[in-house]
């Protein structure tokens, strides 16, 4: 059965500092990843995916992620955080043949002024 | 386009009583995805359903859940009786068909208090 696990319930960075977000899934197939994004009392908004497309995939507000086959791994980065991007974030593996996606126990991130 | 809409955002119930929660998928979508999210199981799938057909019920908790989807543009999620155990945020979510449109889109939650 195909996980996804995010490493760090809690990461906690200066504003400005690189924003590190991990997660590792397990499929024998590389399945389609995705980053969600939660902000208080909201619904889950798509940050970025990969689709077997390009491995370094590029979202919204900055954050990018990198699709690393070898190592079954597909982290969350951001070069220079802001306090807006202080949210819960959840990774999710989407296997190929199924609409059903699998998520991650959510990393929350919060930034230190 | 307006997002998913779900109704009520709050509900607060006592124990035993009927919950129905409410759901209107983005127009043309053909998927829709009902969710559960608490802080000690996270983000749990409850059931799909594919042009109003339910698909994959297998991760609805027990007989007191229910979901339908009468037609395209709406569904709900019902619990009777509720009980303290099932006070969670609910989520809708839905997609298009077909490839490369995986993307789900989340509405804003159902927040259930069950006392």
């Known amino acids: 059965a195909q996980s996804v696990t995010q490493l760090g319930s809690h990461v906690s960075v200066s504003e400005g500092a690189l924003v590190l977000l991990r997660c590792n899934y397990s499929?024998?197939?590389?399945?389609?990843l995705f980053w969600y994004v939660q902000y208080p009392n909201q619904g889950l908004q798509l940050l970025l995916k990969?689709?077997?497309?390009?491995?370094l995939v590029k979202g919204i507000n900055g954050f990018e992620a990198e699709f690393k086959k070898s190592e079954t791994s597909f982290h969350l980065t951001k070069p220079s955080a802001h306090m807006s991007d202080a949210a819960e974030y959840f990774c999710?593996?989407?296997?190929?043949?199924?609409?059903?996606?699998?998520f991650g126990s959510g990393t929350r991130l919060l930034v230190r002024p | 386009d307006a997002g998913v809409i779900q109704s009520p955002r709050h509900e607060v119930t006592e124990m035993g009583q009927e919950v129905t929660l409410r759901c209107k998928p983005i127009?043309?979508?053909?998927?829709l995805f009902w969710y559960r999210q608490t802080m000690m199981r996270g983000l749990e799938l409850l059931i799909y359903?594919?042009?109003?057909?339910?698909?994959?019920d297998s991760g609805m908790p027990e007989d007191r859940f229910s979901a339908k989807m009468p037609n395209a543009s709406f569904s709900t999620l019902k619990i009777q009786p509720s009980e303290p155990r099932d006070s969670a945020v609910y989520f809708c979510?839905?997609?298009?068909?077909?490839?490369?449109?995986?993307?789900?889109?989340f509405g804003p939650g159902t927040r259930l208090t069950v006392l």
């Open positions: 499929s024998s197939v590389p399945p389609y």
């Open positions: 979510a839905s997609r298009e068909q077909g490839l490369g449109t995986d993307t789900q889109y």
């Open positions: 999710a593996v989407g296997p190929r043949g199924s609409y059903k996606l699998i």
């Open positions: 990969y689709t077997s497309a390009a491995t």
């Open positions: 127009s043309g979508h053909d998927y």
């Open positions: 359903f594919n042009n109003n057909v339910p698909i994959d």
